[in-house]
């Protein structure tokens, strides 16, 4: 499983496994053969590619040198290093290369930054190996140069392959001849970007943007935090050969999802079944201002799988969905001033009580009738009850005192962080800057399991782990695809999976299936909430031949 650890607790891993006989030293070889051989692997079949190592003067800058020699050895690339500062004449990593005379061009003999120009112009792959997990922010004034030239650098270089096209043959513009903007060079950042702290995810203005990072041991808290998350590109884990069962890396309780997991984390389903076998969903909410939400969240739930979703809501809503909407069961709900009424008859008490997920909150609204409807409803399940609360269920709770005592035990939250902030009376600002924090602390506090949205999703649990759900992407910052996470986290709670791998499951299938709806619809900026519920069956799809 992959775990998250923060900069102390990978110094004390490392400690450990030293102590135990993997040394510093094998450490950090590994480190830089694990880039070495991703490098190679990225070159593959390139003539005359050319590699460019940006060294800093700590152990980070180590796992660079080890990474160049290591490319320079089992592959024909041209490898330079840039050295920020004077290595040691005892640092073998640097001897070795210098006396197989491989160009080694230290930052005190380019005062005008042309030889770092010159190998950050022409280079297929930059490694940047300047700073990892230690660094501390600000960044001082030479890093910030270094950082800086090659930016400026590796920008003219995409400028230049824009403005220097052949277009002699360009008369109508078309999608196939309009301007490449794909880079021609790769950077990968080893460890961290440089100037990202790993923890919190603040980054230098100056930190490079990476294509992809290969880190160490476990992944960092911060390089799922925004807003590192844009300059971390594609994100690797490389073990080290760090034993698993080295007590300090168990005692970790944060982990990063990934699809083997959630496949087998996927209900089993016979063929000799019937919809009674894949559980029943209600899912409660709907008004006249928000009709939709009710229809997103049901159909998400029917395409996890499950066997029966019954909507409950008012009339006009009714009569909207069920026109173009044929699976769903209806119950009729009262109405007051175009929201669900106060009152809860014996019918929907018995979904209630017969339901094996109940859903409530999308499309719900605010007004004082849905407010009473909410407590009223709470009122009538029991200690057990398998819910899930979204939407303007968050809202309306977060306007009572001790609101989390009216709740089932392992009850799913899921906000946003503007609703995260009202539930926690804090700022948005304070939710975004202290997201596992907030997350793991509030999840204990109201003892239920808390699905914070955004990029990357984060799941707790009242015992104090967060898991990450390694995807971010602007195609779910739009209207309604909340309602299609809460429908799928509910169609696997119906089929019996437990609250927190519900959420689990549910989370990494909506966002795999914002990436697949990106890939349909050929950009991000015109994903519809209707798309990534269109998606999920690629998204299942991929998840399942995951091996």
Same mark, same amino acid.
């Given at each position: 499983?992959?775990?998250?650890?923060?900069?102390?607790?990978?110094?004390?891993?490392? *400690?450990?496994?030293?102590?135990?006989?993997?040394?510093?030293?094998?450490?950090?070889?590994?480190?830089? @053969?694990?880039?070495?051989?991703?490098?190679?692997?990225?070159?593959?079949?390139?003539?005359?590619?050319?590699?460019?190592?940006?060294?800093?003067?700590?152990?980070?800058?180590?796992?660079?040198?080890?990474?160049?020699?290591? =490319?320079?050895?089992?592959?024909?690339?041209?490898? @330079?290093?840039?050295?920020?500062?004077? @290595?040691?004449?005892?640092?073998?990593?640097?001897?070795? #290369?210098?006396? *197989?005379?491989?160009?080694?061009?230290?930052?005190?003999?380019?005062?005008?930054?042309?030889?770092?120009?010159?190998?950050?112009?022409?280079?297929?792959?930059?490694?940047?190996?300047?700073?990892?997990?230690?660094?501390?922010?600000?960044?001082?004034?030479?890093?910030?140069?270094?950082?800086?030239?090659? !930016?400026?650098? %590796?920008?003219? @270089?995409?400028?230049?392959?824009?403005?220097?096209?052949?277009?002699?043959?360009?008369?109508?513009?078309?999608?196939?001849?309009?301007?490449?903007?794909?880079?021609?060079?790769?950077?990968?950042?080893? !460890?961290?970007?440089?100037?990202?702290?790993? !923890?919190?995810?603040?980054?230098?203005?100056?930190?490079?943007?990476?294509?992809?990072?290969?880190?160490?041991?476990?992944?960092?808290?911060?390089?799922?935090?925004?807003?590192?998350?844009?300059?971390?590109?594609?994100?690797?884990? $490389?073990?080290?050969?760090?034993?698993?069962?080295?007590?300090?890396?168990?005692? =970790?309780?944060?982990?990063?999802?990934?699809?083997?997991?959630?496949?087998?984390?996927?209900?089993?389903?016979?063929?000799?079944?019937?919809?009674?076998?894949?559980?029943?969903?209600?899912?409660?909410?709907?008004?006249?201002?928000?009709?939709?939400?009710?229809?997103?969240?049901?159909?998400?739930?029917?395409?996890?799988?499950?066997? #029966?979703?019954? =909507?409950?809501?008012?009339?006009?809503?009714?009569?909207?969905?069920?026109?173009?909407?044929?699976?769903?069961?209806?119950?009729?709900?009262?109405?007051?001033?175009?929201?669900?009424?106060?009152?809860?008859?014996?019918?929907?008490?018995?979904?209630?009580?017969?339901?094996?997920?109940?859903?409530?909150?999308? &499309? %719900?609204?605010?007004?004082?009738?849905?407010?009473?409807?909410?407590?009223?409803?709470?009122?009538?399940?029991?200690?057990?009850?398998?819910?899930?609360?979204?939407?303007?269920?968050?809202?309306? /709770?977060?306007?009572?005192?001790?609101?989390?005592?009216?709740?089932?035990?392992?009850?799913?939250?899921?906000?946003?962080?503007?609703?995260?902030?009202?539930?926690?009376?804090?700022?948005?600002?304070?939710?975004?800057?202290?997201?596992?924090?907030?997350?793991?602390?509030?999840?204990?506090?109201?003892?239920?399991?808390?699905?914070?949205?955004?990029?990357?999703? /984060?799941?707790?649990?009242?015992?104090?782990?967060?898991?990450?759900?390694?995807?971010?992407? !602007?195609? #779910?910052?739009?209207?309604?695809?909340?309602?299609? /996470? $809460?429908?799928?986290?509910? &169609?696997?709670?119906?089929?019996?999976?437990?609250?927190?791998?519900?959420?689990?499951?549910?989370?990494?299938?909506? &966002?795999?299936?914002?990436?697949?709806?990106?890939?349909?619809? &050929?950009?991000?900026?015109?994903?519809?909430?209707?798309?990534?519920?269109?998606?999920?069956?690629?998204? #299942?799809?991929?998840?399942?031949?995951?091996?």
């Amino acid at each position: 499983m992959l775990k998250v650890a923060t900069k102390n607790e990978i110094r004390r891993i490392e *400690a450990s496994a030293n102590a135990q006989g993997l040394s510093y030293q094998q450490m950090m070889e590994n480190a830089g @053969r694990a880039v070495g051989k991703r490098v190679i692997d990225i070159l593959h079949g390139k003539e005359n590619a050319k590699v460019t190592v940006i060294v800093g003067s700590g152990s980070n800058g180590g796992d660079g040198l080890v990474a160049g020699r290591i =490319i320079a050895q089992e592959s024909d690339a041209s490898v @330079r290093f840039y050295l920020m500062g004077t @290595r040691s004449e005892t640092d073998t990593n640097y001897t070795t #290369l210098r006396d *197989a005379g491989l160009e080694l061009i230290n930052l005190i003999d380019d005062n005008e930054g042309q030889h770092l120009q010159r190998v950050v112009a022409d280079a297929d792959v930059i490694l940047d190996a300047l700073f990892g997990i230690g660094v501390r922010l600000p960044l001082g004034e030479e890093a910030i140069w270094i950082l800086k030239t090659i !930016d400026e650098t %590796l920008k003219n @270089r995409i400028k230049n392959q824009i403005e220097h096209r052949d277009i002699s043959m360009e008369l109508i513009p078309s999608f196939d001849n309009s301007p490449k903007t794909n880079r021609s060079f790769y950077v990968i950042a080893v !460890d961290t970007p440089s100037g990202l702290n790993c !923890d919190t995810g603040e980054v230098s203005p100056y930190t490079l943007v990476a294509d992809e990072t290969i880190t160490f041991i476990a992944a960092k808290p911060g390089l799922f935090e925004y807003p590192a998350v844009s300059r971390v590109g594609v994100l690797r884990v $490389a073990s080290l050969e760090i034993p698993d069962d080295l007590p300090e890396l168990q005692e =970790i309780k944060h982990v990063v999802s990934h699809p083997k997991l959630i496949n087998d984390y996927l209900p089993v389903r016979s063929r000799i079944s019937n919809k009674g076998n894949f559980g029943k969903i209600l899912v409660v909410g709907g008004s006249s201002s928000y009709i939709g939400a009710l229809g997103l969240s049901a159909m998400a739930a029917y395409r996890t799988g499950c066997g #029966l979703v019954t =909507i409950a809501s008012i009339e006009p809503v009714i009569r909207s969905l069920s026109s173009h909407l044929f699976e769903p069961t209806w119950q009729s709900l009262f109405e007051s001033d175009g929201s669900i009424g106060s009152d809860v008859d014996s019918q929907l008490i018995d979904h209630l009580c017969n339901s094996d997920s109940i859903l409530l909150g999308p &499309g %719900l609204g605010t007004k004082s009738p849905a407010k009473n409807f909410l407590l009223n409803t709470l009122s009538k399940l029991g200690e057990n009850s398998p819910l899930i609360l979204d939407a303007d269920a968050l809202n309306i /709770l977060s306007e009572f005192e001790n609101w989390w005592s009216l709740l089932p035990r392992n009850t799913i939250l899921t906000p946003h962080p503007g609703e995260m902030a009202r539930l926690a009376k804090t700022s948005v600002k304070e939710v975004l800057n202290q997201r596992w924090q907030i997350a793991k602390a509030k999840s204990k506090e109201w003892n239920v399991i808390l699905v914070l949205k955004g990029a990357n999703t /984060l799941i707790a649990n009242p015992q104090g782990s967060v898991v990450a759900i390694p995807f971010a992407t !602007d195609a #779910l910052a739009t209207a309604g695809t909340g309602d299609v /996470l $809460a429908g799928l986290i509910a &169609g696997f709670v119906g089929q019996g999976l437990a609250p927190e791998i519900a959420a689990q499951v549910g989370a990494y299938l909506h &966002g795999l299936a914002g990436i697949f709806a990106v890939a349909n619809m &050929g950009n991000s900026r015109s994903v519809l909430a209707g798309d990534v519920l269109n998606a999920v069956p690629q998204a #299942l799809t991929k998840i399942e031949n995951a091996l």
